[in-house]
Structure formats: C-alpha cells, structure tokens
C-alpha cells in the first residue's frame, strides 16, 4: 500500500504572542518528516530556543546527512549542546518532540518524553497490539500509544541513544502528535488537570467525524473545560488521518 492522501488539522495555541512550540515538516528523497516539539520556556526566552532547536533539526538533515529519526535526534542533541554550551552559563535548555519519517506506508517514529498515538480499526490489530497496556480499546477503534525515550533532545543527567520504532500505516488510521500543554491545562469543576487519559478518551470519541471537525471538536472541549483559568502553557496538537 501506498500512502495517496492525507487529511489534518493543526491545533496551535501559544501562551504568550510567541511560543517555545513549533511545527516541522521537511522532504527529502521522497521522505517526508514531520515532527512537532517543545521547547523550554515560552513567550520570548522559549521562542529563541525553538529558533536554535529547529536550526539544529536542519543541519541534522541537511548538513550531516541523517536520515532516520532516531540518528536526526542524536545529532540534534549534540548541535543544541554545543549551542548552548559557548554561554558561559550553564544552560539546560532543549526540546521534548514527537519525531516521524513517512515513506510509503509507514511511519518511522523516535521521540523525546512525548509519545506518538495512532488510532486504528480494533478488527485490524494484532494480538500483541490488543494485549499491550498501551493500547486503549474503545468500540470499533482503539488508540495504539508508542513510547518516547524519557529524555529531552539536550543535556540531561543521563544521555543514552535515541530508540526508534517502525509501523506499517493502513488506510483509516489517525495519527496524533503533540506536546504536554492540552494534558496540563487546569479547568473543569474542580480546577484540575485535563490529563493524557481523558485527551485519550476524547480523540476515541471523535473518530467518526473528519479532521476539520475534529478540530473544531477539540478546540471547544478545551476552551469549555479552561473556563475563567488561565492558559498555563503553549499547547500544540496536529491530527493526521491516511
């Protein structure tokens, strides 16, 4: 099978006027990668990071020649190190990022804390896919969840290589990428956390209806569940049905 089309839509909602929360997309040799990240901070400081975050994600591609994700993510972190590194304050700065190759009919994926979700028919999984406590079944869909290294793309106590993980598409999947800002946001009744799990819940829900709808979906439930609370972080979420 071969990837012909693709739907999406893109939920992005920074903070501040500026945002530590970007959006990449790049094509080479008949590659496509998208990717969506978080860089620290947001308003102005988390804006400059981004700038040097999505540099060093080019010049891992076009510079250096890497072409899987996971080979892309350790060499972005070796250039945003270095960047950093000619301050003469200790900077900890970097990116968490969901991180994926398409190329016919698949997906290549690497990330760094935040996973990549991908919904799918319950009837076209595997045995192992519908045993596995990461994958959430709801009715005639179910939300398939692959992990990220828990480790941002910078300087961390622990740096080990970035793990990658490839996944054959079929037609009607739905895939999601996104940061921590919508789980994060307060609101509801009691003031409390949106969380992974009722995102999760919500996305399932939406499966009948197409991207622009989604959207509109998603964009509604999060101003309804904000109410008079604050947004206390950038928030991005990008849908992409094939």
């Not at 060093?56 to 080979?71: C, H, Q, R, S, V």
Request: include cysteine; glycine fraction near 8%.
């Amino acid at each position: 099978m071969r990837i012909l089309q693709i739907h999406l839509f893109v939920l992005f909602k920074p903070k501040d006027v500026v945002s530590g929360e970007f959006y990449w997309l790049e094509s080479l040799n008949g590659s496509t990668y998208f990717a969506v990240a978080d860089c620290t901070g947001h308003g102005v400081p988390g804006a400059l990071v981004s700038v040097v975050c999505s540099n060093a994600l080019n010049t891992a591609i076009y510079e250096f020649g890497n072409t899987t994700p996971k080979d892309i993510l350790n060499q972005t972190r070796d250039l945003i190190i270095s960047q950093f590194e000619k301050n003469e304050a200790q900077v900890q700065d970097g990116m968490d990022i969901v991180l994926g190759k398409f190329e016919d009919n698949k997906i290549t994926y690497a990330g760094a804390n935040n996973p990549l979700w991908i919904v799918r028919k319950t009837d076209l999984l595997t045995t192992e896919q519908k045993e596995t406590k990461q994958t959430n079944e709801f009715g005639e869909f179910s939300l398939l969840e692959f992990q990220a290294n828990r480790q941002p793309v910078g300087p961390h106590h622990i740096e080990t290589d970035f793990k990658e993980e490839s996944i054959e598409l079929m037609a009607e999947d739905s895939l999601y990428f996104f940061t921590d800002g919508f789980a994060d946001q307060f609101g509801g009744k009691k003031g409390k956390k949106f969380m992974r799990k009722r995102l999760k819940r919500l996305i399932l829900e939406l499966q009948y209806k197409p991207m622009p709808e989604q959207y509109n979906h998603i964009n509604m439930a999060l101003s309804e569940w904000m109410g008079d609370q604050s947004q206390v972080d950038d928030i991005s979420l990008v849908g992409i049905k094939v």
